[in-house]
């Protein structure tokens, strides 16, 4: 009987795709159960995450702390724990001692996030009330839309500003949450894609002036510092002429000094973005790439002027990739800005699909791509994977915008866990907060040491891999480094001290 529930156990085991273990097998087919166990350590030992750390004493005492944390988190959740983590909605992730670590963590850099995307929802709604110039859209035909208009005398009737409107009844807090973020798309018409570009049409009065983009990011910045992100390479897209473009790019900058004045350890940089729907003219990705080439040329970041580093320090291509140009259709002008700007780095987004077919990981390895934006289906590709690896190319993995936007339901199944086993370097980003996130990059931190099951090694590996894999030069990012390691001292001092 015994030897019949043996072989069960077997077969199903092989069926789930375990390794079968034919070397426990004696020749006369007797299960060795001692020798099959210790076999079963070593391949679960030499299949697990890798990283480099090793762990001290102390953390290794608060990496304890933290699976009791886990522990608990998973038994409030009654056996039904919400692995699509429902961040933007959920009080019971919120008020978790886990969230709570996640909120202190030193997170490092936030290597892909989308300007103008950048505040979730109560902060930049606080930011919008805050702002005279800014007014909501309350009739049918701009209900939701953020309108600017320097002169308050040119609002029209069914434009209000925000807080007027709440207090009118106008427009309701709850509503409004869900016309500015992801949780709209249950009830639109069309796919979340579709509905996720409504959204930054919503809010496309934030950039109507260089004043206020310097205010946004002001605010967004000290957020960031605020949230224990000390570095940040955003996206931004710089539309216009030259000097309109530099005039944006300016804003930028002097918001980051404005704000490393204040937190002396923040570094920003951008990265020149450009746009590969189909349905567009393609003239307008060159106006786009020319403008960021112009703005490298003519901006840097010079807040210490012994000093000078680049602002705008990379160039890449975003859009829904699986309706978009495929990066072989810019292959030729990438090489082309790679060569005249060796320096210029290059950072595709690439692999943002489930599809084998979408094979954009190649072309962004076969480009150079120091590092690349999702790589989801990276693992379709097992050679440009190993590649990868090899090349020390890092991913930049946004778990809760790959699961709010429907490539992964369940974020148990997000192949990042098979890139941490192999030793591919990713690091943790947001993408786009203000739509997808209740706190930026704290959300992704939480879900990913929910869902992939980290302990403290692999969470000090992926801040860590933030500040490595990041676009910075050597002498900032040694800085970055150095403000970064005493952040994670004080971190585990404040946890061992139960603050
Ligand atoms: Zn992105």
Known sequence: MRKKILSLMLAMICLFGA??????LAADDSFDQEKYLEARVSHVETNSYKTDVTLSEKEEALDRKLAVWKAEYLESCDRKVPYNMPVLTDNNIWGSKLYEFCEALPKGSDLHIHGMALMPF???????????????????????????????A???????????????????????????????????????????????NKHMALSATPELIEAYYRNAFRYYCGNNIFHLEVRQLFFGSHDEALANAKAIRNAYYEVRKEYPDFIASVVGTGLKYTTLDR??????????????????????????????????????????????????????M???????????????????????VIDAYLLGAERIGHGLNLYRFPEIMELVREGGICLEVCPISNQVLEYVEDLRGHPATEYLKRGVPISICSDDPAYQE?????????????CWDLGLAEIKQLCLNSITCSGMDDLQREELMQSWQKQWDTFLNDLEAGV
């Open 154 to 200: 040119e609002a029209a009737e069914d434009e209000f500003p925000v807080l007027e409107a709440l207090e009118l009844g106008l427009i309701n807090l709850d509503d409004l949450r869900v016309q500015w973020t992801v949780l709209g798309a249950d009830d639109y018409d069309g796919t979340v894609w579709d509905w996720f570009e409504t959204l930054f």
């Open 122 to 152: 109560d902060e930049l709604l606080s930011f919008v009330e805050s702002r005279d110039e800014l007014f909501i859209g309350t009739g049918e035909r701009n209900r939701y839309y953020l309108a600017f208009h320097e002169d308050p």
């Open 438 to 450: 209740h706190a930026t990059l704290t959300d992704d931190f939480f879900s990913a040491i929910v």
């Open 19 to 24: 390794v079968c273990p034919g070397a426990a």
């Open 283 to 336: 003239s307008l990705t060159d106006m786009l790439l020319d403008n960021a080439l112009y703005i490298r040329e003519n901006l840097k970041d010079d807040f210490d002027p012994d000093n000078i580093h680049e602002f705008l320090i990379g160039i890449d291509l975003v859009n829904e990739e699986d309706k978009s140009r495929p990066l072989i259709e810019f292959a030729d002008q990438l090489d082309k």
């Open 338 to 360: 790679k060569k005249e700007n060796p320096d210029l780095q290059i950072m595709l987004h690439a692999g943002e699909s489930l599809y084998a077919y979408s094979d954009n």
